[in-house]
């Protein structure tokens, strides 16, 4: 068994909570409510800045030249076309830009992963978001299977369906085993541990998106 799969069996009940969460399931019953949908993607938005620094952090740690070349592909991807991304979205939802401090769930997200990463090694880093991206990897790939009847909902759950990203959560699935044969078992039980710890992370993260006393910022001129 790869690592990788080992490190993921540890945590199989928070595993399988994120992939039944309300969130995923009423995606894949094309049933959100579209201010759910506004509410998480201006989470989202959100944390593409707390992104950048936590593959920033990867990339200062990485063993070598060949992880930071591809650790500066993800971060210029995620600077430049995942933003742009961001304002088409934006634009075709109505959602504004200034909105109400971000809900205590989603703030606990950004500084729990971002702490994970000031504070833990290059193994710690790939191991919280191989979490990440393998599990929306996961879900995106069965939920697109019955595409979404939201085109900007349809084109987010596409995107991380596509062999762009999944190739992207298979390299981070081959760092962490890499990283994890060098361990012992109690290293190795430390990664399982902070995959757990993200797991519940993102799991409090999507919760958030259904609390409706948070207000959703209308796009300024046309709301
Ligand atoms: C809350 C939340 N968790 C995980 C992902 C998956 N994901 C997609 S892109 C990216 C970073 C760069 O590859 C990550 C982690 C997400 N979008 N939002």
């Known amino acids: 068994m790869r690592h990788s799969d080992w490190i993921r069996s540890q945590n199989q009940y928070l595993w399988e909570a994120m992939q ?7 995606i894949e019953k094309d049933q959100l409510p579209l201010d759910v949908l506004r509410r998480y993607f ?8 707390t992104a950048v620094l936590i593959f920033g952090h990867a990339l200062l740690k990485a063993p070598g030249f060949a992880q930071q070349r591809k650790l500066i592909a993800t971060l210029s991807a995620l600077s430049e076309a995942q933003l742009v991304w961001f304002q088409d979205c934006f634009a075709a939802l109505g959602i504004g830009t200034k ?30 978001m191989m979490a990440a991206e393998w599990m929306y ?70 919760e958030a998106a259904y609390d409706s006393t948070w207000p959703v910022p209308k796009a300024e001129g046309n709301a």
């Open 20 to 26: 039944t969460h309300r969130f995923v399931t009423d």
């Open 42 to 49: 201006f989470f989202e938005h959100a944390f593409v800045e």
């Open 99 to 128: 909105g109400s401090p971000l809900p205590k769930a989603v703030d606990d997200f950004a500084t729990g992963m971002l702490g994970i990463a000031e504070d833990g090694d290059y193994a710690a880093i790939v191991t919280i």
């Open 137 to 206: 990897g996961t879900w995106c790939m069965r939920a697109h299977q019955h595409p979404s009847t939201e085109p900007m909902l349809r084109a987010w759950v596409q995107l991380h369906a596509e062999p762009d990203f999944l190739s992207g959560a298979d390299w981070l699935r081959a760092e962490v085993d890499r990283e994890a044969a060098a361990l012992d078992d109690a290293g190795r039980m430390r990664l399982a541990d902070l995959f757990g710890r993200a797991l519940q992370l993102e799991i409090d993260f999507h």
